[in-house]
């Protein structure tokens, strides 16, 4: 069946270091995934999206990359701050108009 | 102005009532979905609607039902709620497009007794 793996379990990382978030898939084949962030309360904000062909996408101190062959998402906040702390969730869309589907999430907070 | 708005914010109703929680969007967007969080299950679709005609079951429709009033509007009832529908709810939009960059509204807790 198909699933979307991402840490449950929360990061805790030290403020200015780089945190690294993961997002595997399996039995997908996505044409593109996104990552999203979530405050506790709130609804999930869209950040970032790449596609299959592209290996890498850039935003300020975000930082996404993709990886087919070993069906995984990483996502980098490089220089994290205490703001940055929240849940980032992945999505995954298989194309076609079709609906994306959502990760679990990660918490990640960053400690000053 | 808020592009996507729910309400009720909060509420608390008890067992066996009726519910409805309403979506608006001014973003001009066909695609409205509705979602359940619970803490460490991450969100879980209920239904969707890719336009006022098209309506689809997520995941966990048992217990639900939505209208698409308009393509702005798509609200979400509970016919009889339960204590295990105790949640929060987010609903979303997204356009029609190649990738569905979906947009959520602020929330609505929900507490059944």
């Known amino acids: 069946s198909q699933k979307i793996e991402q840490n449950s379990e929360a990061l805790n990382i030290q403020e200015g270091k780089t945190a690294t978030l993961t997002c595997n898939y399996t039995n997908y084949s996505p044409a593109y995934l996104q990552w999203y962030r979530q405050d506790p309360g709130r609804g999930p904000v869209f950040l970032l999206l790449?596609?299959?062909?592209?290996k890498e996408k850039r935003k300020e101190r975000l930082k996404v990359t993709f990886d087919t062959t070993l069906k995984q998402s990483l996502f980098h906040i490089t220089a994290s701050q205490p703001a940055d702390s929240a849940t980032y969730l992945c999505?995954?869309?298989?194309?076609?108009?079709?609906?994306?589907?959502f990760g679990i999430g990660t918490k990640l907070q960053v400690i000053p | 102005d808020a592009d996507v708005t729910q309400t009720p914010r909060n509420r608390i109703t008890k067992t066996g009532k009726r519910i409805m929680l309403e979506c608006s969007q001014t973003k001009g967007h066909d695609r409205m979905y509705w979602y359940r969080q619970d803490p460490g299950l991450g969100l879980r679709l209920i239904y969707y609607?890719?336009?006022?005609?098209?309506?689809n079951k997520g995941e966990i429709s048992d217990g639900y039902s939505v209208s698409r009033q308009a393509q702005a509007k798509f609200s979400l009832s509970l016919e009889s709620a339960i204590p295990n529908q105790t949640a929060l709810y987010f609903c979303a939009t997204s356009s029609r497009g190649a990738t569905d960059t979906q947009y959520f509204g602020p929330g609505t807790r929900l507490t059944v007794l």
């Open positions: 609607s890719f336009d006022v005609k098209d309506i």
């Open positions: 790449i596609r299959e062909n592209e």
């Open positions: 999505a995954l869309g298989i194309g076609g108009y079709q609906k994306v589907t």
